[in-house]
């Protein structure tokens, strides 16, 4: 990135889609060590008449501190930033990071973990909006196996992409999409049934409005352009096939009564299931589904929150889903992108009605 070509552009549009507003806190969460763009996003900021604060969570960062932490001083870390997000009006977050967990030990793990869920517990109940915006870096690049200048060319359009042509996008693809039940085809001949009951169709267009906030749809991306829904969390039945999950390849998930009740897999089940009991609530249920429409993503590369917003991939989420209007209580919340999948709705396929608009992008 450089210049007003790119990351002050970025900054630009994450201060639009977060609705900043003048006197505000805002809480930048810095998942990625890119100094370049946390600059211009806290210029940004500061310009619009808020004020920015910086919580580092860089995996660099995140790698160190819990490397050399006690239990004690997490807690005590922990104190202080309660204290901060009961103060702060936003919270943009920048992500990419993977720190390395290992590298912890384990009752100071357990404390981190402890406080990371209490801060989350005071986000949902101030019902704060976040923007969560994907920047690349040099060590995610690395880990998809390409180079960062190819990972940027890939993903900026699609992170520039503005909320009019979004809103375009969602207006056409909710058109498509009414109806009750909803079937997802994954392969290996594994078809997932859901129910939409009276769930309203969201519109991703990576703009937190206030209209937005009375929806309780306070969770926003960057790259925008998507339509997502919560279901009936006690009706979804069927199987559903994902090539891979945390510690788990090849794997197939059996639901019964809105559960998962079997893991089958060819390598990992175990491993996979002992991930999801490590959750509180209701971890094995599907938060929420959704359609990508960005039109500047053609092709995944590995990152689940650039490759759900693919145009016509769909993308299916487990565990969390009360900021968005749903009634499924976790600790859980995590994405899987599942591109080439289908989906119908009442027994009409969505996906060759959207893509074959004459007027596609």
């Given at each position: 990135m450089n210049g007003d070509s790119s990351a002050s552009q970025l900054a630009r549009r994450?201060?639009?889609?977060?609705?900043?507003?003048?006197?505000?806190?805002?809480?930048?969460?810095?998942?990625?060590?890119?100094?370049?763009?946390?600059?211009?996003?806290?210029?940004?900021?500061?310009?619009?008449?808020?004020?920015?604060?910086?919580?580092?969570?860089?995996?660099?960062?995140?790698?160190?501190?819990?490397?050399?932490?006690?239990?004690?001083?997490?807690?005590?870390?922990?104190?202080?930033?309660r204290r901060v997000l009961e103060q702060i009006d936003r919270v943009v977050s920048l992500s990419g990071g993977m720190p390395d967990f290992s590298l912890a030990a384990p009752e100071v793990l357990a404390a981190w973990q402890q406080m990371d869920e209490e801060l989350t517990t005071?986000?949902?109940?101030?019902?704060?909006?976040?923007?969560?915006?994907?920047?690349?870096?040099?060590?995610?690049?690395?880990?998809?196996?390409?180079?960062?200048?190819?990972?940027?060319?890939?993903?900026?359009?699609?992170?520039?992409?503005?909320?009019?042509?979004?809103?375009?996008?969602?207006?056409?693809?909710?058109?498509?999409?009414?109806?009750?039940?909803?079937?997802?085809?994954?392969?290996?001949?594994?078809?997932?049934?859901?129910?939409?009951?009276?769930?309203?169709?969201?519109?991703?267009?990576?703009?937190?409005?206030?209209e937005d906030r009375r929806r309780l749809t306070i969770v926003s991306n960057l790259p925008a352009g998507s339509v997502y829904t919560t279901v009936l969390e006690d009706r979804t039945y069927g199987t559903l096939f994902l090539p891979?999950?945390?510690?788990?390849?090849?794997?197939?998930?059996?639901?019964e009564e809105g559960r998962i009740v079997a893991i089958d897999a060819a390598h990992g089940a175990g491993a996979l299931a002992d991930w999801l009991d490590r959750h509180s609530g209701e971890p094995r249920r599907v938060s929420h589904i959704g359609i990508g429409l960005n039109p500047h993503l053609r092709s995944p590369i590995g990152w689940t929150l650039v490759d759900e917003h693919i145009a016509g991939a769909l993308f299916l989420a487990l565990g969390e889903n009360r900021y968005m209007g749903g009634q499924n209580a976790s600790s859980l919340n995590h994405d899987f992108a599942l591109v080439g999948a289908s989906l119908a709705v009442d027994g009409r396929p969505f996906l060759p009605t959207l893509l074959d608009t004459p007027d596609r992008p």
């Open positions: 994450i201060v639009a889609g977060l609705n900043v507003q003048p006197g505000e806190l805002i809480q930048v969460r810095d998942h990625v060590d890119r100094p370049d763009v946390l600059i211009e996003v806290l210029l940004a900021i500061d310009l619009a008449g808020a004020t920015p604060i910086i919580d580092h969570q860089s995996p660099a960062y995140l790698n160190r501190w819990l490397a050399a932490a006690t239990p004690e001083s997490v807690a005590q870390s922990g104190l202080q930033r005071i986000e949902e109940a101030r019902h704060l909006p976040i923007l969560v915006v994907a920047v690349p870096s040099a060590p995610r690049a690395a880990r998809l196996g390409i180079t960062l200048e190819a990972l940027e060319t890939h993903l900026m359009p699609a992170l520039l992409l503005d909320a009019a042509s979004s809103r375009t996008l969602i207006d056409r693809a909710l058109k498509t999409i009414a109806g009750s039940h909803i079937v997802i085809g994954t392969g290996n001949g594994c078809e997932l049934h859901l129910y939409h009951g009276d769930r309203r169709w969201h519109g991703d267009d990576g703009v937190i409005d206030d891979s999950a945390p510690g788990a390849s090849d794997v197939t998930l059996h639901f």
